[in-house]
């Protein structure tokens, strides 16, 4: 079978890389296990958080599957720093898993340039040094002008649960050994990472009512712009507590937890350690929160959010019965640890594919990340431009100043990971500017030349563009300090007449007093508002950019840095791993001084000459 | 749009002649602020260089346009005396233009290099040269972490991370229990210690004080025989010495080191109100400049009230038969050598204070600027309400830092954050 791009693995990278292929227009093929299993949730019911729901919004941006399938299945909804700014504010959502998987097979369906292929992916069909195809198990041969490898931690994946050991990413399902054994034929630099998850609880056996509860958000805002309302009854989570009797049980097992007898000695995420590591850790807390979240409305699921362990069977039941409202709970899956392969990202470029070998794209866990939103945002980018590679379209490029996208994919390529890598507002240089709430503001423009937005988005888009002019023009009139004091607003009156756009920055002046009269979109309005308080610093950072005239000098992913001279062992390694596209990335790495950056450039200078 | 950039780019001083180069889109602009109308292109021209109502020097200004200039872009050549204050005073002034930045190592041959300036064989020998300044900076930094500058600076690195942590890990996550930040009067507190240690060490002498040496300013009337004093104190023929009042119509700089201490001394034309030669005027204007800015000065004068209090009264010619010395003063002779020892231990007790700490914690002017932002910004995020803005200002004074000692980055902060705080669902 002959198509455009394929793409192996049905998790959250696979599927949004998927879509952005068909939506550019690829003819597009799909390679999963099990398509009954595409678009599931295999860690917690939550989609978007802090950072994360950045990511969410971003895809959605692009017309991606995530933030539309979250609102379709969401039951709970809560904004995450309602009370700091806008720049900081995270949407999440927690999703029913069955509708959400359902949601994101139903799109996927509707992509007439997409076919779901079964199947297991055997190896990769190499021509001429290039990705020309997949070769299937059972022998059938899908060629394609280039592939998406999205896999997960089906990559040399490998359970551990107290003494068991399984081969496997999620449990009950085959770990794709023979293309890992390919993968490292083509000596692409790999490791090894950790993750785990919590046991499983029946709902119908915990004792809500004795626990305090976190009810789902009042007011009806949606994970993607593009939802009319939310569909499904809401739900409550329950919040308990581990207690003294909880830590003896773990402590006293710690012995038989695979992840202190050493037989796991992959660095796990530091973000989300499991229960045997925060009491080793934090010894003297006397207990942790757990979250108690309901899979489906009408699922008898509930994930434990907080407790992810690798202790044997026993030792869990003990752990589970010792927490208030959980001591009748019963476990249906138990915790576990997964320890997997994963390729160094520092070989991939920014579009996430690996120079080694053209045609070749990479998006997911596989390249050292966690979570589904760091997970769809890679299967976007490596989606588009394999779209672009195969049917000879523009590449679309993400960078730090305009996208969390940009900021994780440069991270990556340059830093590499020595975690499982999560989306963290720190890691933003730029975060007064990147907001979940202005992410269509940021990338609409990109998305529709990239041609991968419906009509209707792009019709929301002009509308939008329209209403913020106005929304600028409204702010730009000028007001005396006078005519602040009769509005409200206790200013100085100093005598200087201001654009409304600059009195918002004064602590007296709330919008509600400036913005009397004007009609538009509160999003729009809202933007337009934290654009102009933060306006001296998004200045301050707007020249920083500018000034990175740095962007300009290509790299080549030929230069051999061990030859130039003045660059130490140190610099020469990470340069090498990181193969930096520009000299503006070069500076990025750590490490790197003004002067090896002249060396460079040098060198560079040398070769062309 | 690229920097203006100025840096020395000659030997260090102090030297005859320092070549300070200013190169970027702003040169002009900048020259012209500092030495007025700036001569024709390729032609040098003297100018008097002034900032702030203070004259700094006079100067040979060399201006050449772009593309025809080694950079490729507008440059100036100010060509100074090469005595370190005059070097800095002017390096400040045009720093303090609108778009002037100091130039970091190697950026003059990058622009060179940029705007295809440099041939092959220029190329390589600069490789050469640059290489050498890599290693020499991998030495210093090597030599820097085993010292008490990196101790210090790790030391502030440290709690501005603890106090970083704390503001991230409250918008990071606001949704667990350990992420409460702290309060905003235990925040501001912490903040305004550190910016209060910071600033004590942001007052010690800066290391240069050692590498350009102390200033000593002898200074008075004319013919006091300041001449002949600085040549005793120099061991050395440096400034004419003459009878005729006014003989020092310029300022003479001569370094000395005198028990491990450097020392440039100073020779003042002497101060008299009023000239009619221009030429000493002019020389009269630096002299009083020279005393501004003097580490020690000495006052040759008898019954003229000290210029400043801790200047050193010294009464020269003790040599001169029937010489009464003013009570107050070290009576020296330049020509016997009398009461020289004397004049030395007064010297070094004024300075004494003023010496950077020997134990390698002395902070340069690179590491003095970095040090001083990071304050600054601190000072910022402990007035700004939103957290957002606090983490804002704490993510340069971290950058600031960062540069002084090459370690870097977000990772140290959530290292901080995920070893103090116990994060994650």
């Known amino acids: ?609 | 749009m690229a920097d203006t950039i100025v840096a020395l780019s000659s030997g260090p001083p102090p030297a005859a002649i320092g070549v300070i180069r200013l190169s970027g889109p702003q040169a002009f602009a900048a020259a012209s602020a500092v030495a007025g109308p700036l001569p024709e292109p390729r032609r040098a021209a003297v100018r008097r260089l002034r900032h702030r109502g203070l004259v700094l020097d006079q100067a040979l200004v060399l201006v050449f346009p772009a593309p025809g200039s080694a950079t490729g872009e507008d440059l100036v050549e100010f060509h100074v005396h090469g005595g370190l204050a005059v070097v800095e005073a002017v390096e400040r002034a045009l720093l303090a233009q609108p778009g002037v930045t100091a130039a970091a190592p190697g950026a003059f041959t990058r622009r060179a290099l940029e705007n295809g300036k440099l041939d092959l064989a220029q190329v390589e020998a600069l490789g050469d040269l640059l290489a050498a300044q890599t290693d020499a900076q991998h030495r210093a930094a090597v030599a820097g972490t085993e010292g008490l500058l990196r101790r210090t600076i790790d030391d502030f690195t440290a709690e501005l991370l603890g106090v970083a942590a704390s503001v991230e890990v409250a918008l990071d996550f606001a949704d667990e229990e350990d992420a409460e930040a702290a309060s905003d009067t235990e925040l501001r507190d912490r903040l305004e210690r550190l910016r209060k240690r910071m600033q004590a060490r942001l007052e010690q002498p800066l290391v240069e004080a050692l590498h350009r040496g102390f200033r000593v300013v002898l200074a008075g009337s004319p013919n006091r025989g300041k001449s002949t004093l600085l040549n005793a104190l120099a061991g050395r023929e440096m400034a004419i010495v003459s009878p005729v009042a006014g003989t020092t119509r310029d300022r003479i700089e001569v370094s000395v080191a005198h028990e491990g201490v450097p020392f440039v001394l100073t020779d003042t034309a002497g101060l008299r109100t009023a000239s009619d030669d221009p030429i000493e005027a002019i020389g009269i204007d630096r002299a009083r400049e020279a005393i501004e800015r003097a580490d020690v000065i000495l006052w040759l004068e008898d019954e003229l009230p000290l210029p400043r209090p801790d200047a050193v009264r010294v009464a020269s010619h003790a040599d001169v038969v029937d010489r009464v010395a003013p009570a107050d003063a070290i009576a020296v002779s330049g020509v016997t050598g009398a009461g020289l020892a004397e004049l030395w231990a007064a010297i070094h007790r004024a300075v004494a204070s003023k010496l950077p700490p020997e134990d390698g914690s002395a902070l340069n002017r690179r590491q003095h600027r970095e040090l001083a932002t990071a304050a600054d910004e601190i000072a910022a995020a402990a007035q700004a309400g939103d957290l957002l803005l606090v983490a804002e200002h704490l993510r340069q004074a971290r950058s600031a830092l960062d540069r002084v000692t090459g370690a870097a980055g977000v990772e140290a902060m959530l290292d901080q954050l995920f070893g103090r705080f116990c994060i994650g669902k």
Not at chain 1, 410 to 430: F, H, I, K, S
Not at chain 1, 559 to 580: F, K, Q, T
Request: net charge neutral; with cysteine.
């Open chain 1, 1 to 609: 079978m002959q198509f455009d791009v394929i793409v192996i693995g049905g998790g959250h990278a696979g599927t949004e890389a998927a879509a952005a292929t068909a939506r550019r227009g690829a003819s597009t093929a799909l390679v999963s296990f099990d398509p009954s299993t595409i678009g599931s949730m295999s860690c917690n019911p939550a989609i978007g958080g802090l950072g994360k729901g950045h990511l969410v919004r971003e895809v959605d941006a692009f017309d991606g599957l995530i933030a539309r399938a979250a609102d379709v299945a969401g039951l709970h909804y809560r904004m995450l720093n309602r009370s700091k700014g806008s720049a900081v504010q995270g949407p999440r959502v927690q999703a029913d898993r069955r509708r959400y998987a359902a949601t994101i097979r139903t799109m996927l369906s509707r992509e007439t340039r997409l076919t779901i292929v079964k199947g297991e992916a055997a190896s990769l069909i190499v021509t001429g040094g290039g990705a020309a195809g997949v070769m299937l198990a059972d022998g059938t041969a899908l060629s394609g002008k280039a592939v998406v490898l999205a896999t997960g931690t089906f990559l040399g994946g490998r359970i551990f649960r107290g003494e068991l050991r399984a081969d496997g990413g999620r449990i009950g399902e085959p770990a794709a050994t023979r293309l890992a054994d390919q993968l490292r034929g083509l000596s692409l630099p790999m490791a090894r990472l950790k993750t785990g998850t919590p046991p499983r609880l029946d709902g119908r056996t915990i004792d809500w009512a004795r626990l305090p509860v976190q009810p789902s958000d009042d007011d009806p805002w949606t994970m993607s712009p593009m939802t009319d309302r939310r569909v499904l009854p809401q739900l409550s989570c329950a919040v308990t507590r581990t207690n003294a009797r909880t830590h003896e049980i773990i402590a006293g097992a710690l012995d038989r937890s695979p992840l202190f007898s050493g037989a796991i000695g992959a660095q796990g995420p530091r973000y989300c350690p499991s229960i045997e590591d925060k009491i080793h850790r934090f010894a003297d807390r006397d207990g942790h929160q757990v979250f108690l979240e309901p899979e489906g409305i009408d699922d008898r699921l509930v994930y434990p959010n907080g407790i992810s362990t690798s202790l044997p069977d026993d030792v869990q039941r003990e752990m589970i019965a010792s927490i208030e409202g959980l001591e009748r709970a019963r476990i249906v899956t138990p915790g576990y640890a997964v320890e997997y392969d994963h390729i160094d990202p520092r070989a991939l470029d920014r579009s996430l594919a690996v120079p080694a070998m053209p045609g070749l794209y990479m998006a997911g866990q596989v390249n050292g990340t966690t979570g589904y939103e760091e997970a769809a945002a890679q299967g976007l980018v490596a989606g588009l431009n394999a779209a672009a590679h195969a049917c000879g379209l523009a590449p679309v490029g993400f960078d730090r100043a305009t996208s969390y996208i940009g900021v994780m994919v440069d991270d990556l390529t340059l830093q590499g990971v020595t975690e499982p890598y999560r989306m963290l507002t720190a890691r933003a240089e730029y975060r007064l500017h990147l907001r979940a709430n202005n992410a269509e503001t940021r990338l609409s423009a990109v998305a529709a030349a990239a041609g991968c937005l419906s009509s209707a988005r792009l019709e929301r888009m002009r509308v939008r563009e329209r209403a913020r002019g106005e929304v600028d023009e409204w702010l730009g009139q000028t007001r005396t300090p006078h005519e602040l004091r009769l509005a409200g607003a206790e200013v100085a009156l100093d005598g200087t007449r201001r654009t409304l756009a600059e009195w918002l920055r004064f602590a007296q002046v709330t919008p509600a007093q400036l913005l009397q009269g004007l009609e538009a979109e509160a999003s729009v309005v809202g933007e337009a508002v934290e654009d102009a308080r933060y306006a001296p610093y998004l200045e301050r950072q707007a020249a920083e950019v500018a000034s990175l005239h740095d962007e300009q000098v290509r790299l080549s992913n030929a230069i051999d840095y061990g030859a130039i001279a003045g660059l130490s062992n140190e610099m020469v390694e990470r340069l090498s791993a990181a193969m930096p596209d520009t000299l503006a990335a070069a500076s990025r790495i750590r490490g790197v001084t003004p002067a090896a950056l002249t060396a460079i450039l040098l060198h560079v200078r040398r070769r062309a000459a």
